[in-house]
């Protein structure tokens, strides 16, 4: 079944523990980017990658760190998560090109503490 | 910059009832458009797309129309149903170099039995 799949679904850590959110998608896809979810903001993207080792910022990439080593992986760090962080961050992976569409993960809930 | 527009919700319906949600963009150039869903505690799914104008995306009932004149893509049903319910959102891709997706604000519809 063609899927992104992160993880964990849900976490709960204290202010400034480093903490990795995984991604990972099974369509070969080039195109691959984070979300956050707030109440009244909508979805704001943090960063994206075009393809392997490729990696640009979004709106919100303050305190937030990715890399693309692979094509299939792209992982969220936060070396030093805040409160402000608390949110539901989404991956979303799409081929090249802009008249495809997103494929989402189920997402993953984060509160910093 | 570029931008998307939703009419702000919740929206509530009975069953069987017509459904419209507005949406209206600013983009330069010609950007593909699209409607995803999003079902409680789940991530958002693809429902359709246009990517030129006059197209219309259709999906599960759902219809949409890509005015460039009125730079506008309301969604559309005829007869909506209780699992319906969800929160929709209205989204462009633009070819930046790279491509970059703007996503509205997100309508919340409740459909009642």
């Known amino acids: 079944e063609a899927q992104v799949t992160q993880n964990p679904r849900y976490l709960i850590t204290v202010t400034g523990k480093k903490l990795t959110v995984t991604c990972s998608q099974n369509?070969?896809?080039?195109?691959m980017s984070w979300y956050r979810q707030d109440p009244g903001l909508g979805l704001r993207q943090i960063y994206y990658?075009?393809?392997?080792?490729?990696?640009d910022k979004g709106d919100v990439p303050e305190g937030y760190k990715v890399s693309r080593k692979e094509k299939r992986n792209f992982p969220l760090i936060l070396e030093s998560p805040s409160p402000n962080q608390t949110s539901l961050y989404f991956c979303?992976?799409?081929?090249?090109?802009?008249?495809?569409?997103?494929?989402f993960g189920s997402g993953t809930r984060l509160t910093v503490v | 910059g570029d931008s998307v527009t939703q009419m702000e919700g919740p929206v509530t319906l009975s069953e069987e009832a017509f459904l419209t949600i507005n949406c209206t963009y600013t983009?330069?150039?010609?950007?593909?458009l699209f409607w995803y869903v999003q079902y409680p505690g789940e991530g958002l799914q693809l429902l359709l797309k246009?990517?030129?104008?006059?197209d219309k995306g259709s999906n599960k009932g759902f219809e949409a129309t890509y005015r460039k004149e009125t730079t506008s893509f309301h969604l559309e049903k005829g007869s909506v149903q209780v699992s319906d319910s969800a929160v929709y959102f209205c989204?462009?891709?633009?070819?930046?170099?790279?491509?970059?997706?703007?996503f509205g604000a997100g309508t919340r519809l409740f459909v009642k039995a």
């Open positions: 989204a462009l891709t633009r070819n930046t170099g790279g491509f970059k997706t703007i």
């Open positions: 246009a990517t030129k104008a006059d």
């Open positions: 983009a330069t150039g010609y950007p593909s």
């Open positions: 369509m070969n896809h080039e195109y």
């Open positions: 990658s075009m393809n392997v080792e490729v990696t």
């Open positions: 979303a992976s799409s081929s090249s090109g802009q008249s495809y569409g997103y494929t």
